[in-house]
């Protein structure tokens, strides 16, 4: 491909930078026509990626990096230690109580089988190994043929770490009670007794003592070999999950979530690495130089760092849940050596010039060297253009050779649903990508040549234009949203002073009163509102169009054509009383091309416009015994009479019960007595609601005799 160093970089305009799918996705204030890029340019980006034989720099830069050996090992997930025999041969051990055996010509064979659940710890002892295990505390040693013996009981539930003491004594770093302990000759002894819960990691001094890590309280000891101790460093972080010693400096690796689970469990005998990062987990690499400086060296991108190594080239850490191994640089910060499929790099080790790495779910040996690789591979994550989208082209810039490839699919992780790797035709412009719409994108870049070297991939997408929804539309029914009753008036709230001394403050309730609307207020006789949700699967602005249709199948009558809200209110005092419906259509032509502009729709369920009141077709008023006797009979064409009511004089409306005892039909009779009217001439009226709000009223004067 010929490097494509000398064109600007293609933004939609205008745009805004946002991080997404762990790469730097350039969006605009944004809409599905414009054309939107993934940016790979920092080390942040390739947070998520995997890559053997590719370097990422600090500066976010690619260049082929050691060459990388991987060797299954099948009979374990989980590998908590190494160790390098005398033979050259590496020792790997896990969970199941394995120790197992790789070698150049056989790769990874099993070896040792210990009567324990873990091996969590190796050290090298002459032309062999010490085990640490747990949860039975115990340390083997194993011979270079492979035979073993017990070699201590610590009394304690783990042996994390293990270092050198001299003399064929090793100091052991413990669990569940922290401590610190010197074993000679089969014999433990309590070296230093921590506030800890577990003592999980441990170097040597060179001096004959050690340096050991927390579990609990995040605290780093330095015991002596004179068997002084003293605390040379108290993290933020809960936990130090790894040392290592450089040239008097001291690098310690802390971690705000647990690393380990089961580690200080009683109950829990099945210590796994963590399979998921609490909330805010981070891990945080410091050099601490004992009795002068510590200052933080480096956080990671990922949650955990489980290991640290001093070699020759720097420091190196071993992470998760992302397995990966990082080189410490300078300033605070870090090249990725290794980004591998696997959860978690559990530990590390140096033969040579060359570094071992192991791996957990799935258990695996990484060897890493020696010297550097002639092809390596970086495999971005899945990019989420977040719904379907259109891939155009993908490009790198840079010098030297390189080649990329590019699939697409509808899951994260990919799966077997994705398309199938494609290469293309590369040009000035990049390759253009051939995968079919869907809404990840995924491409592979690989590096030939010692010169290589790459600063930016990019990708660009763009949205498949979706229809809009217009869902759950409305139509109030008319005066449905109109509050009964008078508005309440202000009350100020009244202060008062006690006899003591002492202010109250209070307000009066407000007075109550019968008179309550029952109809329509006249402001909102007609008027009706609909409301509806409108969607879009892009994101797009939208516009509508209301339309209304008198009977099935008739044409539909423009009501408004461009309504930006998501409710309308319409006056229907213009529409014959009937039945109706109302279609509301979704426009997204504000925020595409033209021509690619799509629309949707809903139909109401059908209302009835109803403006014309019922009438009081009868009305008789008597005096009889102890009150007024009033016979009425109320119609209405379209709707259901909802209430009659009468009243005295123009006093309060008060509701009467029909005849049949419901107001659920367009004719309604009623049959009642008004008790209690005084003697003299009286008005007496009767009015009628139907459903839709419309009132009439009619009335007749009574004369009521004396007695």
Do not use: C
């Amino acid at each position: 491909m010929t490097p494509a160093g000398t064109p600007a970089r293609t933004r939609a305009l205008p745009a805004a930078v946002i991080r997404a799918a762990a790469m730097l996705l350039l969006v605009t204030t944004a809409q599905a026509a414009d054309t939107q890029w993934w940016i790979a340019d920092s080390p942040d980006d390739y947070a998520k990626a995997e890559s053997h034989g590719v370097i990422v720099h600090q500066d976010g830069s690619l260049e082929l990096g050691p060459r990388v050996l991987t060797a299954p090992d099948d009979s374990m997930t989980t590998v908590w230690a190494l160790g390098v025999l005398k033979d050259g041969s590496v020792a790997l051990g896990g969970d199941k109580g394995r120790i197992d055996r790789w070698t150049e010509r056989g790769g990874v064979k099993p070896w040792v089988k210990l009567p324990v659940g873990q091996v969590l710890s190796l050290g090298t002892d002459g032309d062999g190994l010490v085990a640490g295990t747990g949860p039975e505390g115990l340390i083997y040693r194993i011979g270079a043929s492979g035979d073993t013996s017990l070699f201590a009981r610590t009394g304690e539930r783990y042996v994390w770490g293990l270092a050198p003491a001299g003399s064929g004594a090793w100091y052991a770093a413990t669990g569940t009670k922290g401590r610190l302990l010197r074993v000679t000759r089969g014999k433990s002894t309590i070296a230093f007794d921590s506030d800890e819960s577990n003592l999980v990691s441990i170097v040597s001094d060179g001096a004959g003592g050690v340096f050991a890590g927390g579990d609990s309280h995040g605290k780093v000891v330095h015991l002596t070999a004179q068997g002084r101790t003293t605390t040379v460093f108290d993290a933020g972080e809960d936990e130090i999950r790894a040392l290592a010693l450089v040239d008097g400096a001291l690098y310690a690796a802390g971690l705000s979530a647990p690393a380990v689970s089961g580690g200080g469990n009683e109950e829990d005998e099945t210590p796994s690495p963590a399979r998921a990062a609490a909330s805010g987990a981070r891990a945080v690499v410091y050099r601490i130089v004992p009795d002068s400086v510590a200052t933080t060296r480096w956080t990671s991108p990922q949650p955990y760092v489980y290991a640290l190594l001093a070699t020759p080239q720097g420091v190196l850490a071993a992470t998760g849940n992302r397995g990966g191994v990082y080189r410490l640089e300078g300033g605070e910060g870090a090249s990725q050596w290794l980004a591998a499929p696997q959860g978690q790099i559990t530990a590390l080790v140096a033969r040579g010039g060359e570094v071992y790495a192991a791996s957990a779910n799935p258990a695996a040996l990484l060897r890493l060297g020696p010297g550097k690789a002639e092809r390596g591979e970086l495999l971005s994550p899945a990019l989420d253009a977040r719904r379907i989208a259109r891939f155009g082209r993908v490009r790198w810039r840079g010098a030297g050779h390189a080649e990329l490839e590019a699939r697409s699919g509808n899951t994260d992780p990919p799966d077997t649903t994705w398309s199938p790797w494609k290469k293309g035709a590369n040009g000035a412009d990049g390759m253009r990508i051939e995968a079919p719409p869907a809404r990840y994108l995924q491409w592979k870049l690989t590096l030939t040549g010692t010169d290589t070297r790459i600063s930016t991939v990019e990708a660009s997408w763009r949205e498949q234009n979706l229809p809009p929804r217009v869902e759950e539309l409305k139509v109030s029914v008319q005066g449905q949203d109109v509050r009964e009753g008078e508005l309440s008036p202000r009350n100020e709230p009244i202060t008062q002073a006690l006899p003591g001394g002492q202010r109250v403050e209070y307000s009066l309730p407000p007075k109550s009163s019968a008179r309550s609307l029952r109809e329509v207020p006249v402001y909102a006789q007609g008027l009706r509102t609909a409301t509806w949700r409108g969607v879009d699967p892009n994101g797009d602005a939208l516009r509508y169009q209301l339309d209304l249709e008198a009977d099935p199948g008739s044409q539909w009558i423009p009501l408004e054509d461009d309504v930006r809200d998501n409710a309308y209110t319409f006056d229907t005092h213009a529409l014959p009383d009937g039945r109706y419906r109302l279609r509301v259509r979704a426009s997204d032509k504000d925020g595409n091309a033209a021509g690619e502009d799509r629309t949707g729709e809903a139909v109401s369920a059908p209302f009835t416009v109803d403006n014309t009141p019922p009438s009081v077709t009868s009305l008789e008023a008597n005096a009889g015994k102890g009150g007024i006797r009033v016979e009425a009979k109320a119609e209405d064409a379209e709707s259901t009479l909802s209430r009659l009511e009468v009243a005295v004089d123009g006093e309060d409306w008060r509701p009467v019960t029909p005849n049949g005892g419901f107001a659920d039909a367009r004719e309604v009779t009623i049959d009642t007595t008004v008790p209690g009217v005084q003697p003299g001439t009286h008005t007496i009226g009767v009015r009628a609601v139907d459903s839709a709000g419309n009132a009439t009223t009619r009335a007749r004067i009574v004369t009521v005799p004396g007695k």
